[in-house]
């Protein structure tokens, strides 16, 4: 009996998990894996799932898909949307979605493994199905790694893996080099001299050394890096106080940055130093600021040898109109941790996502309309059909470009 992959994806979407919370997701794909015949070792990193099926002499070939959700409150309306709550890594109660599509990426690499499985005729070769958790936190591929992943499951000779996307489902995103920006994610603690919100003059304000700071560092990009290289600089978080007639004693901030330079990254990350440093001094902080940083994903390399290889592959699946380059994109990934660590080329494309419709106004202007909901957005919803037929293919048709022929 078939697997029903619409049904897979919407349960996965209702029932979303934060990172390496991954329990339900995780025994949901063990259970189809096992049912499929494969070798299946689960708590990998500790939540991580992976499927073995051998088929004889040739390549193997590792297909990835990250199983975790965010915290975000899902707007869609739709009646499959997720109702979940839980708790984030610092205990906090949240709303958890899955804003960025990995119910997505499970459910075709599912399917995809569904359909190698009953094919073996076709091919030869090893087909590893690995399911990672915490993509978000940054921190999944490489607590597979470091839990011996390497030394449980056979070597492979390629790592590939998508992500959905908000461009026309049917269509595959692909560029050879650096294609998703390395990230940093940075906390800031500015400390003050808390006191009345009546005597100002007797305090010092951390609540306007923070905004102070905010300001100047949304124009680093612009002063100090040069036109021909790009980043992206978010102050995403700003907390202080806890009372309108109260002036709090500290200010946290909490940034990110994204680019595609070594040395832009570590100019930018000096200047978000000496940035805040300059601001606490300023406003006569006795204290200097408590810079902390935190997640960090590395840049994501497409091997272009590789990536050329599987692009042709692609263009004889969906028409070569149909595969395009995406140019850098500034959102991040950690899948390239897996194919540094086992010393492997990586292929990582885009699957669209979004109503087919938007073909034209693509092919008009070469990009999406704005108002198309993106990634981690609350109302991100991508079209189910033909997206997860389209993931399916992409993922059968990579591996078995691969994989050798029976």
Known sequence: MSIDIEALYRDLHAHPELSFQEHRTAGIVAGHLQALG??????????????????GAGPTVLLRADMDGLPVEEATGLDYASRVRGRDHDGNDVPVMHACGHDVHVACLVGAVERLANDLSGWSGTVVALFQPAE???????AMVEDKLFDRIPAPDVVL???????????????????MASA????????GAGGHGSRPETT?????????????????????IAAA???????????????????????????????????????????????????ASAAGSAQAPTIT??????????????????????????????????????????????????????????????????????????????????????????????????????????????????
């Not at 494969?38 to 088929?55: D, E, F, K, W, Y």
């Not at 978000?136 to 490489?142: K, Q, S, V």
């Not at 992206?232 to 002036?247: E, M, R």
């Open 38 to 55: 494969l070798a299946v070792h689960s708590g990998i990193g500790r939540t991580g799932v992976v499927g073995v099926l051998s088929n």
């Open 184 to 191: 940093d994610s940075i906390d800031i603690t500015l400390h």
């Open 293 to 406: 940083y935190a997640e960090h994903f590395p840049l994501t390399i497409n091997d272009e040898g590789a990536t050329l290889r599987t692009a042709e592959a692609f263009r004889h699946a969906f028409g070569a109109d149909k595969v395009i380059d995406p140019g850098p994109v500034s959102g991040s990934e950690d899948v390239g941790v897996l194919a540094t660590a086992a010393g492997v080329p990586l292929v990582f494309w885009f699957l669209g996502g979004m109503d087919p419709a938007a073909f034209g106004t693509w092919a008009a202007t070469g990009r999406m309309p704005d108002d198309i909901p993106s990634n981690h957005s609350p109302l991100f919803a991508p079209r189910i059909q033909p997206t997860l037929d389209a993931g399916v293919h992409a993922l059968v048709t990579a591996a078995r470009e691969w994989l050798a022929s029976a």
């Open 204 to 224: 010092i304000d951390p609540v306007l050394m923070a905004a102070a700071a905010t300001v100047r560092l949304h124009t680093l990009v612009s002063r100090k």
């Open 136 to 142: 978000e936190w940054g921190g999944g591929a490489a």
């Open 229 to 279: 290289d790009s980043a992206v600089l978010t102050v995403g978080q700003l907390h202080a106080g806890t009372k309108n007639n109260i002036i709090p004693a500290e200010a946290r901030l909490g940034l990110s940055l994204r680019t595609f330079d070594d040395a832009v990254r570590q100019k930018l990350l000096g200047s978000i130093e000496r940035v805040v440093k300059a601001e």
């Open 161 to 179: 893996g998508q992500h959905v996307a908000p461009f026309p489902a049917g269509w595959i995103g692909l560029r050879a080099g650096a294609a």
